[in-house]
């Protein structure tokens, strides 16, 4: 399991300032000296947290480290444009709500297919990995697949809230059935969403076809406790499968 660490709560954090500090190229630089093995930023049309320069600069430096570069956006028309100039290794197609803090659904389909269909093929024809973001739901997977999408990341709030409750079993079986569902349909998995060190290892021990995990919110929260070379550490560890010790934050 690959991860991706998502550094929009460093960009926020900087926009607070007005200033540069911290940086976004700094952060992206300790997490793939500790081993992340890509990076992501959801670059918003209000840029609240990634700028589209933002993008620029960390899609090129993923580019000379090696490591993938996954873009994450809706489908308006100067976030294509934004992708097509830099050719991130992948784009996630998120459906945004005006207003939302956070990502919070997936795409509806096959009700919205005609609308990301033609986007996703403009992608592909870049030679951009896609992917879209879905809730849980096997019924979904066929017709996430004749969008023509490479991958789907599933969106697993629901899992991260039912974690060591006892809605855990139930929602664990609807992640990994979906995961299996989308495989049988053609496409790879990823995941993402309040994915965290307490429920990242079974995931990754369970589930063998979700190939990625973007991470961002609990991962710079933990290294306010730890530090942002050791928080990566224990994420990357994380996603191996093992328990490493989780930060005491309350």
């Given at each position: 399991m690959n991860l991706s660490v998502n550094l929009n709560k460093i960009c926020l954090l900087r926009n607070s300032r007005g200033a540069t500090n911290p940086s976004p190229l700094r952060a992206a630089e300790v997490c793939v000296d500790e081993g992340a093995g890509g990076l992501t930023l959801h670059w918003r049309a209000d840029?609240?947290?990634?700028?589209?320069?933002?993008v620029r600069t960390l899609c090129a430096y993923a580019?000379?480290?090696?490591?993938?570069?996954?873009?994450?956006?809706?489908?308006?028309?100067?976030?294509?444009?934004?992708?097509?100039?830099?050719r991130p290794t992948q784009f996630t197609l998120v459906p945004v709500t005006p207003g939302e803090i956070t990502s919070d659904h997936g795409w509806d389909l096959p009700r919205?297919?005609?609308?990301?269909?033609?986007?996703l093929a403009?992608?592909?024809?870049?030679?951009?990995?896609?992917?879209?973001?879905?809730?849980?739901?096997?019924?979904?997977?066929?017709?996430?697949?004749?969008?023509?999408?490479?991958?789907?990341?599933?969106?697993?709030?629901?899992?991260?809230?039912?974690?060591?409750?006892?809605?855990?079993?139930?929602e664990f079986a609807r992640l990994r059935d979906c995961a299996r569902a989308a495989?049988?349909?053609?496409?790879?998995?990823?995941?993402?969403?309040?994915?965290?060190?307490?429920?990242?290892?079974?995931?990754?021990?369970?589930?063998?076809?979700?190939?990625?995990?973007?991470?961002?919110?609990?991962?710079?929260?933990?290294?306010?406790?730890?530090g942002l070379p050791e928080a990566v550490r224990r994420y990357v560890r994380a996603t191996r499968g093992e328990h490493p010790p989780a930060p005491r934050t309350a």
């Open positions: 840029e609240r947290h990634t700028r589209a320069d933002d580019a000379e480290r090696g490591v993938e570069f996954n873009l994450e956006g809706d489908g308006r028309a100067e976030m294509i444009a934004l992708a097509l100039e830099v919205e297919s005609d609308a990301i269909r033609p986007l403009r992608l592909k024809d870049a030679g951009i990995r896609t992917s879209i973001f879905m809730d849980a739901a096997t019924e979904t997977m066929e017709a996430a697949a004749a969008t023509g999408a490479d991958r789907i990341e599933i969106y697993t709030e629901p899992y991260a809230a039912a974690f060591d409750t006892p809605r855990q079993a139930s495989v049988a349909c053609g496409m790879r998995v990823n995941a993402g969403h309040d994915l965290d060190l307490r429920n990242t290892p079974l995931l990754a021990r369970e589930v063998p076809e979700i190939l990625e995990v973007s991470i961002g919110h609990a991962l710079l929260a933990d290294a306010i406790h730890v």
